[in-house]
């Protein structure tokens, strides 16, 4: 597996015959780039605007800690949307959580001390990382704003 | 040459780029002289794998088909569990990983033909890399089966049983430079492959830019999406950058987004964003050429016949710089920029949208690309070589 690139197998251009090179694309994006670096350091970028789009565009990063849904309940709130025979339903509802509840409440249980002891872990490392970083010499200031768009 | 395609699902109607991809191959093959057949299962539907068509011999598009029906039932409470801790990136033990590969459309019936097969044919080709039809099937003959796997930095490509697949195999066929780098990066110790690539068809006649503009009304920069408009292949991202490129630079750009199914956006994205729907290659073409560029900021491509189709009509692209095999074809090509996130993507539209020139010159830099390196014909002059050199004919009577 030597090679780099699909060979040139049909329509290149006949021996002799000219082209314009292709674009420096790698410089272009070298410079548009720094030129990116260079207007977020300056503050020219409308900061506030960018963070509220982030947040409106990918709703699923980081909004809730992760302690706001550890407690797992196994009682779900009970309603039916049918109109006639929505009590009757409600009430079958009841009773099957009712009848399982020996069952499902342990497991709830279980889940949620697992939850919380991998939690309290993560954040005992959290605390293990900022301290590591603490002892660090800082870093030259770079004015990159990390933020991850995957 | 006598050739077997292995594919989990093969039917008019059924969509993706790994079954349009493997529909053009085995067409053009058969068109060249080669006896193709293709062994498939009788499902359709990717998420159920229910058994929609009959089993036994068909023909789709002139390609002779064997369908084999899938024998295992999709167990939709163990793939849930195993795609919700997937999905939150935790690796999950080999034995679940197998579980969940089995759920993929596994078809007993279908081991048996392969093995049938196998002695009949000069290959087995096995296309795309993470459904049963290829993880169990190529396991069934690796001595005699190549894979394509077209694959790219995912969860699954982490598999054990994926990468033992892939390493049994008898020789890889990659799509892409850029797919091979990810699978060497992320399986060590595969076996030989050659690089194949992908045919694009150029569009006949010159395709007139300022027709679809016009009909649909579009001014100033225009910048297109096409394709499943999706978180997984960050086209929020893209709509992001449109509204903060109107509502922050205060420069009128519109996207023109081309896809199955409604983009669901926040209601500050709506007026900049032309949502076209469904439309057939000559619209998506047209858009294309009468867009300032392509806009594809999907990090998970093993090739990316979008980016391509962009290129056919000489108008430059906008790819991820995540995005390996992407961003290696626009380095190899000179015909488009990465990006990393909001404030370089705003850039690099407004940059091509200010230079006229520049644009042209990326555009016919791609354009030249697809014509030399992903036609059809040099397509299936590599197919061939690479079939002969990693699995020498054997000199089969034609049956």
């Not at chain 1, 990918?58 to 709130?77: F, I, T, W, Y």
């Not at chain 1, 309290?120 to 590591?132: F, H, N, S």
């Not at chain 1, 660090?136 to 990390?146: A, F, H, L, N, Q």
């Not at chain 2, 999706?230 to 449109?242: I, S």
Request: with cysteine; charged share 25%.
């Amino acid at each position: 597996m030597s090679e780099q690139a699909l060979p040139r197998t049909d329509g290149a251009p006949p021996a002799g015959d000219t082209e314009p090179p292709p674009p420096d694309v790698e410089a272009i994006v070298g410079e548009l780039q720094t030129e990116v670096l260079r207007k977020r350091a300056a503050g020219a970028y409308p900061a506030d605007l960018l963070e509220r789009l982030h947040t409106e565009f990918h709703p699923d990063e980081g909004l809730e800690p992760p302690e706001v849904r550890v407690l797992v309940e196994s009682a779900r709130p009970l309603r039916s949307d049918r109109p006639v025979v929505g009590g009757t339903i409600v009430f079958g509802k009841r009773v099957v959580r009712r009848l399982l509840a020996w069952y499902v409440a342990p497991i709830a249980q279980d889940q949620t001390r697992f939850n919380l002891a991998i939690l309290r872990e993560l954040r005992a490392l959290e605390e293990r990382v900022a301290r590591l970083e603490e002892r660090r010499p800082p870093e030259p200031e770079k004015g990159t704003r990390p933020r991850a768009h995957r | 040459m006598r050739l077997a395609f292995v594919l989990p699902r093969f039917a008019p109607g059924v969509l993706g780029g790994a079954e349009y991809h493997a529909r053009q191959l085995a067409g053009r093959l058969i068109g060249r002289g080669h006896d193709v057949t293709v062994l498939t299962t009788c499902a359709i539907d990717h998420y159920t794998w229910k058994n929609a068509l009959a089993p036994g011999p068909d023909v789709v598009d002139g390609i002779p088909v064997r369908r084999y029906p899938v024998t295992v039932i999709r167990d939709r409470s163990l793939v849930a569990r195993l795609q919700t801790a997937i999905d939150a990136g935790f690796t999950i033990p080999a034995a679940h990983q197998e579980e969940w590969v089995r759920n993929t459309g596994h078809s007993a019936p279908l081991l048996d033909a392969i093995a049938d097969t196998a002695d009949r044919v000069d290959a087995l080709v096995f296309s795309p890399y993470l459904f049963a039809s290829t993880v169990l099937g190529a396991r069934v003959r690796p001595d005699r089966s190549l894979i394509q796997p077209l694959l790219h930095d995912e969860a699954y490509a982490r598999f054990a049983c994926v990468q033992a697949a892939l390493r049994g195999a008898a020789g890889l066929l990659w799509i892409s430079s850029g797919e091979r780098e990810v699978a060497e990066r992320l399986i060590p110790g595969l076996p030989p492959g050659r690089l194949v690539g992908a045919g694009i068809d150029l569009p006949a006649a010159p395709v007139d830019p300022k027709v679809e503009r016009h009909r649909l009304g579009l001014e100033g920069t225009v910048v297109s999406y096409a394709g499943r408009r999706e978180g997984a292949k960050n086209f929020p991202l893209v709509a992001e950058a449109v509204t903060a490129a109107n509502l922050g630079w205060g420069r009128q750009v519109t996207l023109a987004a081309m896809g199955a199914g409604p983009a669901v956006l926040p209601p500050q994205a709506r007026p900049f964003v032309r949502d076209l729907g469904r439309v057939d290659d000559a619209v998506k073409l047209g858009v294309f050429a009468g867009s300032t560029a392509v806009v594809n900021l999907s990090v998970v491509e093993s090739f990316s016949y979008v980016v391509m189709e962009a290129w056919s009509v000489g108008t430059p692209v906008i790819v991820h710089a995540d995005c390996e095999v992407t961003r290696r074809h626009c380095r190899e090509s000179g015909g488009g920029l990465w990006v990393r996130d909001v404030e370089e993507a705003v850039e690099a539209m407004l940059l091509l949208g200010g230079h006229p020139s520049l644009r042209a010159r990326l555009g016919a830099a791609g354009r030249r690309h697809v014509k030399r390196q992903m036609s059809w014909e040099a397509t299936l002059d590599r197919f061939e070589s690479a079939v002969a050199e990693l699995l020498p004919p054997r000199g089969l009577a034609r049956a």
